[in-house]
């Protein structure tokens, strides 16, 4: 995980920065606990290093000098401040880089003694030499800290990355969790490892890419250190969430399930060290990018991309539907979105804001049937290893340092007559094979969206908890337009609290409830029904579980790191913002560079995310038609006038509950 470093505290002026103090080997060996440093303890760790898997690794018990250790932690509860942070690939509480410890002032350098003491020690010629020989990775600077404190709390979390950045060599954590309460394994907030696949092209081409599934679970320990060096294309890693209580009392009793640690990497040497080689740095890094592409593994990504061309693309009309068209259409859809006053309000809201999200839009029949089968996938057992779970019809998305989920993707619509079973052929294999392919659906699409569509590709996904999520990727060339059905059958998700009101709506033939954006609204208008005990209590429990869809600007900072693009509590990127719901039609037309991401889902989510995502390539829009909204285009970064737009939607009184924005992300 990349960070840049923070400055000094609030409060203290900048001052000039101090030199490190340089220990003596023996005054190092004092921080560490005694007999770390003889020989054959040192023998036994560098064994085990050599035979761990399914990389080498270690773990330390018991590294630091103990009444040390608790007096850093003293220091640390008492006088250091924490940022929260949240992007597609962590959510934690991070403190500023500990290399910033030299730049405080007298004063406050005195309230932090021992964590200084700790810095020191853990860069301390003896221990860099431990470290390097356990390793072998060759020297190691001293002059480079690179470490911060990082605190998770029940809900946090850090995904799949292999932390090849720059000049790491050796990536470390040491625990700080309450030494007085042991860590259980069942909370958890393991550093867990992920073993890498090879694969042989066929031409001849060799390429590592992580399996979806970790092999080797560390959790957290007091005065625990894990270490293991960077490797680019091996060291695949994450953090497991830590998991939320059953409630406050049991929080309290555990000690509020408070991962501390203090994490960081040790650096190769820098200029005017030993060790220190001209040009290293430079070469470290091409050789890592290197060892990432060779082989090409993005091909044995999974899914890939199946786009069906549509023969002859052209625009549509109301008037094209004929008896045949709209008898196909309400097998599956709801009455209302088929008249053609509806349609022309979706088309002109669409074409106005280039998003629109339209809830039950599948029929009560259809529906029906569709939420009773997913409902019953969900309560079936599923099994946890991803080789198992592959043996039925769903697949596991890979590499996990981009996505993972469960998928099903169209076999085509002849895949009835090929043997099957109608058990196996389901409502979602309906959508995939027989509604969202079909001639009228994409016809209707085009009048909604006044576009062309060119080809079209479809996957059905599944999010389960306290496991899956998609990372941020970009998008680039022309715009395009991307659809995301909603079939999530449980509530509770932040977003979809008026969901019974929507469907009251529909039971009365009322279609035209104002929309209710964001999380933040739905709940006060919920409330609003609820006795102030009950909303209270929600209140009290209520917490955020992810597994909502997110477009955002792309970052501009070519020395970010792909993966940490803003910090958290910055909404103003957010462009789209959708939580799972049932029954619901999201349509975005997405520009080149815009991010999009699922967040990953808690083990504390109401269930899994389900949803059906589709991709439609569609023809550029001539330049002279959208002359009128070059102004606005240009100020949303659409080079062809058309795409996402920022997060300042104007409620559409069409259609309720879009919740198009987010009040907490």
């Keep these: 995980m990349k960070r840049k470093a923070q400055s000094q505290a609030p409060g203290h002026k900048p001052v000039k920065k101090k030199s490190k103090t340089s220990l003596s080997h023996e005054d190092a060996k004092k921080r560490f606990r005694k007999g770390l440093f003889d020989k054959d303890v040192l023998d036994k760790y560098t064994k085990g290093y050599a035979e761990s898997s399914p990389y080498k690794h270690s773990v330390i018990h018991e590294l630091i000098d103990d009444s040390l250790l ?26 500023g880089d500990l290399a910033n410890l030299d730049g405080l002032d007298d004063e406050a350098l005195a309230k932090l003694p021992s964590l200084l003491a700790l810095r020191d020690a853990m860069y301390s010629q003896a221990f860099r030499d431990y470290v390097a020989h356990i390793t072998g990775c060759g020297p190691l600077s001293g002059r480079k800290t690179d470490m911060a404190i990082n605190v998770y709390t029940p809900g946090c979390y850090l995904l799949c990355h292999d932390d090849v950045i720059g000049s790491r060599k050796v990536s470390y954590i040491l625990y700080l969790t309450d030494p007085d309460i042991p860590w ?80 960081g990497w040790f650096h190769i040497p820098q200029i005017g060290e030993d ?54 259409l309400l097998k599956y859809m709801s009455p209302t979105y088929l008249t053609p006053d509806t349609l022309e309000q979706i088309s002109e809201h669409f074409d106005e804001l280039s998003t629109i999200t339209l809830p039950n839009l599948l029929g009560k029949k259809f529906a029906k049937k569709l939420r009773d089968y997913v409902t019953a996938q969900e309560a079936a057992p599923l099994p946890e290893e991803s080789i198992e779970i592959e043996k039925g019809p769903w697949r596991v998305a890979k590499p996990p340092h981009k996505h993972r989920f469960l998928y099903l993707q169209s076999d085509s619509a002849a895949s009835k007559k090929n043997g099957k079973g109608k058990e196996e052929y389901s409502p979602i294999k309906e959508l995939l094979e027989e509604f969202l392919p079909s001639p009228q659906f994409r016809r209707w699409l085009q009048i909604a969206t006044k576009s062309v569509v060119e080809s079209h590709d479809f996957i059905a996904r599944r999010f389960r908890r306290g496991k899956d999520y998609t990372l941020a990727t970009g998008h680039e060339g ?69 597994g909502h869809e997110v477009y955002m600007a792309g970052d501009d900072d070519a020395d970010e790191d792909a993966a940490v693009y803003k910090s958290g509590g910055d909404d103003d990127n957010i462009l789209f913002f959708e939580s799972p719901a049932w029954n619901r039609l999201s349509l975005v037309l997405r520009d080149s560079g815009a991010l999009k991401f699922v967040k990953y889902v808690s083990r504390k989510a109401p269930g899994d995310r389900w949803d059906i995502s589709g991709t439609f390539e569609v023809e550029e829009a001539d330049d002279d038609e959208d002359d009128e909204d070059d102004e606005d285009a240009a100020a949303n970064g659409g080079e062809n006038g058309t795409g996402v737009l920022d997060d300042t939607e104007e409620e559409w009184n069409g259609f309720p509950s879009s919740s198009s924005d987010s009040d907490s992300d």
Aim: aromatic share 6%.
């Design 184 to 263: 259980k394994a069942e909370w958890g907030g393991a550093l867990r490892l992920f073993p890498v696949r090879t694969i042989k092209g066929k031409d001849g081409q060799v390429a590592r890419t992580p399996t979806p599934d970790a092999s080797k679970i560390i959790p957290p320990a007091w005065n625990q250190l894990s270490f293991f060096a960077v490797q680019p294309g091996e060291s695949f890693h994450d953090v497991e969430e830590v998991y939320h209580a059953e409630n406050k009392k049991q929080l309290k009793k555990e000690g509020g399930r408070v991962r501390m640690a203090i994490s």
């Design 70 to 95: 608790r007096a850093v932690r003293e220091e640390i509860k008492n006088n250091v401040s924490f940022t929260p942070k949240e992007t597609d690939i962590y959510k934690i509480h991070q403190s």
């Design 478 to 546: 022309k715009p395009r337009l991307e659809l995301t059905l909603g079939i999530t059958p449980t509530s509770g998700w932040g977003g979809d609290e008026d969901e019974d009101e929507d469907d009251a709506a529909e039971e009365n033939g009322d279609d035209a409830k104002a929309n209710g954006k964001g999380k933040g609204k739905a709940k006060a208008e919920a409330s609003k029904k609820k006795g102030k005990k009950e909303t209270e209590q929600e209140e009290e429990q209520e917490i955020e579980v992810g």
């Design 275 to 328: 060790g220190y080689v001209e040009g290293a740095e430079e070469k470290l890094a091409k050789n890592s990018g290197l060892m990432q592409l060779q082989g090409n593994p993005d091909q044995y990504d999974l899914p890939q991309l199946k786009p069906v061309p549509v023969e002859q693309p052209q625009s549509s009309s109301q008037e094209e539907f004929d008896e045949a068209d709209l008898e196909f």
